[in-house]
């Protein structure tokens, strides 16, 4: 499945029916009178977060949305049937936007969400709710409220419990290939990570999510390389885990580097808690390593730097027991967050 994290789309509600101008032509009734109905209401646009889903590839081929119209009334009173409500799925994390990106319409973070974005409109009078005790015979109706439509980006953010950070070829990948099931592509260059990646971490018999992003560099703050765009994954994560390459030319620098455009993207990244590792420490002998870390624990105000290689399972124990920690207590399902019901194939509506 391809990831995809921005789309835009179009939605629209329906309009309300128009009235109907009726009269009654009864056989033995002499004075007969309006008996037009009043015309049904239009389908709402409702947007509704599901579990499972991680991607918004599907926006990417159906893009209008349009709930239907309400019918019109009928002669003997007759209300027109109402248009249905048109539900659109998104996955959790989804943000609706307004089309100029600067407003937050919606943000779905738990499954089972559901918000009305769009109202359909009214249904419009018919005539028998126009007669007075002056107007015995009204043949005015109303033609039904108009829809509401608009332009809106739906925005991704990923769910995640820890967000691994660093630059290129820190082995980002490699270290949640070797302690989830994720499949993350590994190569000897830089930005072999493209799109994020997700996987689900067993230890101590619970489970987490930790999220992997395309390598920073600096100035990615700023739209350098890929990785600014996909830092909003990482929003919402409870813990980083930076790790810096032991076996690169400048770990100290590396390590300023991404604290830099953490700082400098803002959302409170540089804020959140840490965990701190010198990955690839296969790669380089035991006194460089020390000097290392010593260097790097002075450099990150004396805080403790573990010793890591994603590649031999060295020091991976030591890490998920910090991120554990740091992710603190389980927290408890909402009783609404489940409906019970049986598994569907997912679609947009």
């Known amino acids: 499945m391809h990831f995809l994290d921005q789309a835009k789309i179009y939605v629209r509600s329906g309009a309300g029916g128009p009235g109907a101008v009726s009269f009654r032509r009864e056989k033995f009734i002499e004075y007969g009178g309006p008996d037009g109905g009043n015309g049904g209401k239009g389908g709402d646009i409702v947007f509704e977060a599901v579990a499972g889903l991680n991607t918004l590839i599907d926006f990417r081929y159906t893009q209008h949305f349009r709930a239907p119209r309400g019918k019109g009334g009928a002669g003997s009173n007759r209300t027109g049937a109402g248009g249905e409500d048109l539900v659109i799925k998104v996955p959790v994390g989804t943000q609706v936007l307004s089309e100029d990106k600067e407003t937050v319409l919606l943000d779905f973070t738990a499954p089972g969400q559901r918000h009305v974005f769009l109202r359909g409109g009214d249904g419009g009078r018919g005539n028998a709710s126009y007669k007075t005790s002056t107007n015995r015979a009204p043949r005015q109706h109303g033609t039904g409220w108009p829809y509401e439509e608009a332009w809106v980006w739906l925005r991704l953010k990923l769910l995640a419990d820890a967000g691994l950070v660093g630059l290129p ?51 990615a703050a700023d739209g350098a390389g890929i990785g600014d765009r996909f830092l909003g994954h990482i ?106 019901g049986e598994a569907s194939e997912w679609s947009p509506i």
């Open 235 to 340: 929003e919402r994560c409870r813990v980083l885990l930076h790790l810096i390459d032991a076996s690169g030319e400048d770990p100290v620098e590396a390590y300023h580097i991404v604290r830099e455009e953490l700082d400098a993207y803002g959302a409170g990244l540089a804020d959140k808690p840490q965990v701190l590792a010198l990955n690839k420490i296969d790669a380089v002998d035991e006194k460089t390593l020390t000097k290392l870390r010593k260097k790097l624990e002075k450099a990150a105000d004396g805080e403790d730097v573990l010793l890591l290689s994603g590649a031999a399972g060295t020091g991976v124990e030591a890490v998920l027991d910090r991120l554990v920690e740091a992710i603190g207590p389980l927290e408890e399902a909402s009783p609404d967050g489940e409906d019970g």
């Open 169 to 219: 070829n820190a082995g980002k990948s490699t270290f949640i290939n070797a302690v989830t099931n994720a499949k993350a592509k590994v190569g000897d260059y830089p930005f072999t990570t493209v799109r994020p990646q997700l996987g689900v971490v067993t230890r101590h018999a619970r489970e987490f999510v930790i999220a992997d992003i395309p390598g920073l560099i600096e100035g």
